[in-house]
């Protein structure tokens, strides 16, 4: 799936270049924005099953710059979900002048399901079976 994101002034430094922590923000966006395209609604799965996720782990790799006003697409992939974890890659692209992609960042992305305790928690069955349905394959 892609999500995407106009760079703001209030996303860069000094230099009009987008902060790098700025990216995480852009990735949990599209992560959520991901959910909701399967129809799942993180206020509404702490309602209904009393569980969240949370991020266990980031692999990021910088390997260009967005900068102010530049329009950005935030690619997430599922790669797993089972058991108590779920986990994704995302990439960050711009286009150029010519409008060929440019890859800006790339990471991976583990996380948990934990109850409101913050105790990890198998996700429900039928969240699991939805997330499931959505892994990417790479072929």
């Known amino acids: 799936m892609n999500f ?3 760079i703001y002034y209030e996303d860069t430094d000094h230099g009009g270049v987008v902060y790098y922590a700025n990216y995480l923000k ?3 966006r599209g992560r959520t924005e991901f959910l909701r395209a399967h129809n799942i609604e993180l206020d509404q799965v702490l309602k209904d ?7 266990t782990n980031v692999n990021i790799h910088y390997k260009g710059a ?11 992939l599922l790669t797993k979900a089972s058991g108590a974890r ?26 948990a399901c ?3 305790a913050g105790r990890p928690s198998l996700i429900p069955k039928a969240l699991l079976s939805t997330l499931q ?4 394959q790479d072929t």
């Open 86 to 111: 779920i986990a994704f890659i995302q990439r960050i692209y711009s286009k150029s002048a010519m409008g060929k992609k440019i890859l800006l960042t790339d990471a991976t992305v583990q996380l």
């Open 114 to 116: 934990v109850n409101t």
């Open 26 to 28: 852009f990735m949990e």
């Open 66 to 76: 967005a900068h102010f006003n530049d329009m950005i697409h935030v690619e997430t």
């Open 4 to 6: 995407p994101i106009r």
């Open 49 to 55: 099953f009393g569980i969240m996720f949370v991020v």
């Open 133 to 136: 349905q959505q892994i990417y």
